[in-house]
């Protein structure tokens, strides 16, 4: 906590200074005049399944809205935009990508974020009766949703009631009402463990929310930071500056400075309404409509022309590589933290997101390979929602799922090569678990690696090398360039 309230924001951790960057990297898109029931949404899907490294997408001229209250998608869909929001050079590749974030969170400290009195967020204070939220282009994201979300790449703020702990994390929020929201947060998640100690205690309970803010602090609030360590002094550690925060006036609860959209209020002990279903990242339906607790607001705050952040869950067939990087840093770090050596790579494939966890390793010892994949899928940032677990040689490309592919089909035997663990860590979202009896699931291990026994026995591949693609690609280069100009390329031979 900052000892000292200053008046003077000493940076800018700003999303409007973040789309300027976006905008020169020639990565952003403007569309006006989308409407905010379904129509917003289909053309974000649309963009995400048509286009391999999407754009950021501002929707203004929304319809029966002001046309300058406008709705920004797509934020962190290229590897270019994660790694400008995260600091990191612009110009890696996945794995290397992954491998410089990991580093970053190895060695980051957390930078006390910097309280101030005033920013952005206070040109428009509404209290009371003149609150509206109805007023914000607020989307309906897909067809079966039960609602318009006003939350799905933004903020929310609590205290923990015995601890006074801040914690910010990204849990769904529903528009309930002019004045409402609905609030839904997975079993485990920091402010579920808030909220529940506030209601066995009979307490009002304070919430802050965001609802547009830099990309940055979404990260910080959809990741797993350790349980107590503040959200805005880890992004603030991974930048190398202090996030510039305000004491909300009414709940003391601390919001961007700069964030476009904050409302703060309170949930009232047994008050709840229906909340969902909504389309969640795993690709469907799999929570029913059911009674959550809400907010009543009694601030709103909002920059001129605010814009609404959203990162509504798509089909993860066609979005969310920057999702698998983060958690592969994660995961990979855990795993470095058990002690499991020799490492070359974690990768969550995109489609699969928390469901597959793929691991390239060096073999150095017989287990070695078991004793990565337990570790990958029961470290704390690996353990969640998993369902396989591949260990292949170092010599296969895990971001690249032929190869993963090929790495089972040749180097995994189902008899010898599977284990299956059960009654692992899962929750409402698992699509594969029957009504009633979520919360449990189990995970499968394969081992596709060269088998330990045998591995230098195991029959040599066909695959061309590096060094005779390296020797016969530089003696034919002018031949292939013009080859290649002539047709789509997968992959470029510079590569
Ligand atoms: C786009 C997006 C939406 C999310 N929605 C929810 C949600 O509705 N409820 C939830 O409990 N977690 C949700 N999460 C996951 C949490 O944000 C994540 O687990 C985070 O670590 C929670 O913060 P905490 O560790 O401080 O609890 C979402 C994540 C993303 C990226
Ligand atoms: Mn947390």
């Known amino acids: 906590m900052a000892t000292a309230t200053q008046t003077k924001a000493t940076n800018s951790v700003d999303l409007r200074d973040w789309l300027k960057e976006v905008k020169r990297l020639e990565q952003?898109?403007?569309?006006?005049?989308?409407?905010?029931?379904?129509?917003?949404?289909?053309?974000?899907?649309?963009?995400?399944?048509?286009?391999?490294?999407?754009?950021?997408?501002?929707?203004?001229?929304?319809?029966?809205?002001?046309?300058?209250?406008?709705?920004?998608?797509?934020?962190?869909?290229?590897?270019?935009?994660?790694?400008?929001?995260?600091?990191?050079?612009?110009?890696?590749?996945?794995?290397?990508?992954?491998?410089?974030?990991?580093?970053?969170?190895?060695?980051?400290?957390?930078?006390?974020?910097?309280?101030?009195s005033t920013g952005p967020v206070f040109e428009n204070i509404e209290r009371g009766e003149q609150i509206d939220l109805t007023k914000f282009?607020?989307?309906?994201?897909?067809?079966?949703?039960?609602?318009?979300?006003?939350?799905?790449?933004h903020l929310v703020v609590t205290r923990d009631p015995e601890t006074a702990v801040e914690n910010v994390g990204c849990y769904r929020v529903m528009l309930q009402d002019k004045d409402k929201v609905g609030l839904y947060i997975s079993p485990g998640k920091h402010g579920k463990i808030h909220y529940e100690k506030a209601m066995k205690a009979g307490k009002p309970f304070p919430v802050a929310m965001a609802f547009g803010q830099h990309p940055l602090l979404y990260i910080a609030a959809s990741q797993a930071v350790p349980f107590g360590v503040n959200e805005y002094d880890w992004a603030g550690g991974l930048i190398g500056q202090p996030i510039d925060v305000i004491e909300g006036p009414v709940t003391g609860l601390r919001f961007p400075a700069n964030a476009e959209i904050v409302i703060e209020g309170e949930i009232i002990p047994g008050e709840t309404m229906p909340e969902g279903p909504f389309g969640e990242w795993p690709g469907y339906y799999a929570s029913a409509r059911r009674a959550e607790p809400f907010v009543r607001v009694k601030a709103l705050y909002y920059r001129n022309d605010p814009i609404i952040t959203g990162a509504a869950p798509f089909k993860p067939t066609i979005h969310g590589m920057y999702r698998s990087c983060l958690r592969a840093a994660t995961v990979w770090n855990g795993m470095e933290q058990a002690g499991v050596p020799d490492i070359k790579g974690v990768y969550l494939p995109p489609p699969a997101q928390r469901f597959m966890i793929v691991v390239a390793i060096k073999q150095r010892y017989p287990g070695h390979a078991k004793q990565a994949a337990l570790v990958a899928c029961q470290c704390h940032a690996g353990a969640y929602l998993g369902r396989y677990v591949v260990v292949v040689d170092d010599d296969i490309d895990i971001t690249d799922t032929n190869e993963v592919l090929w790495a089972i089909c040749t180097r995994s035997d189902p008899a010898t090569s599977v284990d299956i663990l059960r009654r692992c860590w899962s929750g409402p979202l698992d699509p594969i678990i029957q009504p009633g009896q979520k919360g449990f699931n189990s995970r499968m291990i394969i081992e596709a690696v060269r088998p330990w026994e045998w591995r230098d026995k195991f029959p040599a591949t066909s695959a061309i090398t590096d060094e005779t693609r390296k020797v016969y690609g530089s003696k034919w280069q002018r031949q292939l360039d013009q080859v290649q100009a002539r047709h789509r390329v997968t992959r470029a031979l510079s590569e």
């Open 28 to 116: 952003l898109e403007q569309i006006s005049g989308a409407h905010w029931d379904l129509e917003l949404g289909a053309l974000t899907e649309i963009i995400l399944e048509r286009i391999s490294t999407p754009p950021a997408v501002v929707f203004d001229n929304v319809p029966g809205f002001d046309p300058n209250r406008r709705v920004l998608v797509n934020m962190l869909e290229t590897l270019e935009r994660t790694a400008l929001t995260l600091d990191l050079p612009l110009d890696l590749k996945i794995i290397p990508l992954i491998d410089a974030l990991r580093a970053k969170l190895r060695s980051m400290q957390p930078i006390t974020a910097n309280v101030v």
């Open 137 to 153: 282009p607020v989307p309906r994201w897909h067809a079966g949703d039960g609602g318009r979300y006003l939350g799905t790449a």
